[in-house]
């Protein structure tokens, strides 16, 4: 994706103007923070896209809702939130098992232990 990297903010606007799905829009947040790692620019866009894509989470199934949790957990773990990382995540972990996908519930868990683990880890520097 570095031919994008410019072209990042403007992207994104044309994206959040033409939302259709929640499944769309948790990919490319997902997309910005693990493909344009360090990128102020993907972070910005991956909020932008995450709190649009929020108003499409009416009547969406527990799946769809699952993994938008799971990417908004992503995305506060990456703003240094780990409290919201740690909710977040344990509301996706729920949601799965909900849809009846333990794969997703138990690969939900393995992140919210890690999250879990960043809150609590102090660092004497």
Do not use: M
């Not at 910005?32 to 910005?44: E, I, V």
């Not at 699952?66 to 990382?85: D, E, I, T, V």
């Not at 879990?116 to 004497?124: D, I, P, S």
């Amino acid at each position: 994706y570095p031919v994008l990297a410019g072209e990042l903010p403007g992207v994104v606007s044309r994206f959040v103007q033409n939302i259709r799905d929640l499944e769309s829009c948790d990919a490319a947040v997902l997309t910005l923070l693990t493909r344009f790692s360090f990128s102020a620019d993907a972070l910005l866009g991956a909020v932008k896209i995450y709190e649009a894509a929020s108003s499409l989470t009416d009547n969406a199934p527990a799946a769809q809702l699952a993994g938008h949790a799971a990417a908004g957990a992503l995305l506060a773990s990456r703003l240094g939130n780990w409290n919201k990382a740690v909710e977040l995540q344990t509301r996706s972990r729920r949601l799965w098992l909900d849809a009846g996908n333990a794969f997703s519930a138990a690969a939900a868990e393995k992140l919210l232990q890690y999250y879990q683990l960043c809150l609590k880890t102090k660092v004497k520097w």
